[in-house]
């Protein structure tokens, strides 16, 4: 099987339940967002000092695969089963409060620097609240299950708090905003 087809060659895509839309509809550019996520957390994990705080190499292989699920079930809207996602929004509450216990309580605004683990966290956080906003315009003209427009928001509270806890794991002090140092 060869990997181009060409059959997108005009603009269109083909949805899980056959439909064509154009490539630059609210929905394609939700699920090509989520995909991003999901390609930017991968290179979070590639990190070593990501992966040496334990669990949450884990948590974000389990998330990369949450975000398939997703991106799975936006091109299916008529037979999406999202129930998993409520269940999924509470793990990811619990694994932000146990990362958050892991820095020193935060009392400003923090620039997204330090070490290059915690760095990559960050931009896969800013590329998740894109995704998120990608998913409120599809909310604007389909249904679309809230646990969805949830998981995203809470996703990038966790990867928030992931690179606060590899700041504190490698001993790299938080930059606070110029306008509350």
């Given amino acids: 099987m060869k990997l181009y087809t060409g059959v997108g060659d005009a603009g269109e895509t083909g949805l899980m339940r056959g439909e064509r839309i154009s490539k630059a509809s609210a929905l394609i550019e939700a699920i090509g967002a989520i995909d991003e996520v999901n390609a930017a957390v991968g290179l979070a994990r590639a ?9 949450l190499d884990g948590a974000l292989q ?3 695969e949450e975000l398939f699920e997703m991106g799975a079930a936006l091109a299916d809207l008529k037979r999406a089963d999202t129930a998993s ?5 509470s793990r990811l509450e619990g694994e932000i409060d146990d990362l958050c216990a ?8 923090i620039l997204p620097a330090g070490d290059e683990g915690a760095c990559r966290l960050h ?8 995704a998120e906003r990608a998913l ?9 299950d809230p646990n969805l427009l949830a998981y995203l928001n809470r996703l990038s509270d966790l990867l928030f708090a992931a690179a606060r806890a590899v700041n504190a794991a490698q001993g790299h002090p938080e930059r606070p ?3 509350n140092s």
């Fill in 123 to 130: 931009v896969a956080r800013t590329v998740a609240r894109s």
């Fill in 177 to 179: 905003w110029g306008r």
């Fill in 62 to 64: 389990r998330i990369q």
């Fill in 85 to 89: 996602f409520a269940a999924a929004v």
């Fill in 47 to 55: 990190h070593p000092h990501v992966a040496d705080l334990g669990p």
């Fill in 136 to 144: 409120v315009r599809v909310c604007e003209t389909v249904p679309v």
């Fill in 102 to 109: 892991q820095a020193p309580p935060i009392k400003h605004f």
